[in-house]
Nanobody
Framework: QVQLVESGGGLVQPGESLRLSCAASGSIFSINVMGWYRQVPGKQRELVAVITSGGSTNYEDSVKGRFTISRDNAKNTVYLQMNSLKPEDTAVYYC????????????????WGQGTQVTVSS
């Protein structure tokens, strides 16, 4: 089994920063794409940022220039540095990973973390 554990959420004022972390553990051979998604009540979960094992990144337009995704492949950990936070960034943030669990299998499974609340309010 594979577990994703997020940390770093909280309450901040507009313009402040937060850093989210997500560590994957368990039966892991390799992880291709890792990413962050967010969801507010009544809306669909949306992509925030993703990063491949090679370091290629993609961002949702509203966070470009403010958020930075990075990862430590040796630690199976992905980070999201969030600067210049806005009230509209308030959401539950979820970590996501596409995991190949075994060397002898090409099957890739998708896993999600439990979510961490980010609230931006004055």
């Amino acid at each position: 089994q594979v577990q994703l554990v997020e940390s770093g959420g909280g309450l901040v004022q507009p313009g402040e920063s937060l850093r989210l972390s997500c560590a994957a553990s368990g039966s892991i051979f390799s992880i291709n794409v890792m990413g962050w998604y967010r969801q507010v009540p009544g809306k669909q979960r949306e992509l925030v940022a993703v990063i491949t094992s090679g370091g290629s990144t993609n961002y949702e337009d509203s966070v470009k220039g403010r958020f930075t995704i990075s990862r430590d492949n040796a630690k199976n950990t992905v980070y999201l540095q969030m600067n210049s936070l806005k009230p509209e960034d308030t959401a539950v943030y979820y970590c996501n990973a596409d995991v190949r669990r075994f060397r002898w299998s090409i099957i890739v499974d998708e896993y999600w973390g439990q979510g961490t609340q980010v609230t931006v309010s004055s």
